[in-house]
């Protein structure tokens, strides 16, 4: 599902309020989001899972057209862990 999938689904679902406003809404709670893991910070949906960064050590990898190394500078990726009730949802038989 995409971003615009999902401001429309939410807008149907929801007759009263205007696709603007859902747009708007879904926008600015990814932007939260985003804000606080940029923070370092914990984004924790109950039932969904958690957002946060992990660090990755800078390391020497290798080119692998070439075998050649090259120096992995440290960086920093978003991490998701499902939630225990996503889980189970998802590994339900239905």
């Known amino acids: 599902m995409t971003k615009s999938e ?8 929801n007759p009263h309020l205007f696709h603007r406003d859902v747009e708007r809404i879904v926008t600015t ?3 939260e ?3 606080a893991l940029a923070r370092g910070d914990r984004v924790e949906l109950r039932g969904f899972g958690a957002f946060s960064v992990k660090r990755r050590d800078a ?3 290798r080119n ?3 075998g050649e190394s ?5 960086k920093y990726i978003p991490f998701f862990k ?3 009730q996503l889980r189970e949802r ?4 239905s």
């Open 6 to 13: 999902l401001i429309q689904h939410i807008s149907e679902q």
């Open 82 to 84: 499902t939630g225990k």
């Open 90 to 93: 998802l590994n339900t038989d």
């Open 33 to 35: 989001v985003a804000e």
């Open 59 to 61: 390391r020497v990898g």
């Open 29 to 31: 709670i990814f932007d």
């Open 70 to 74: 090259v120096e992995v500078s440290e």
């Open 64 to 66: 692998p057209r070439t």
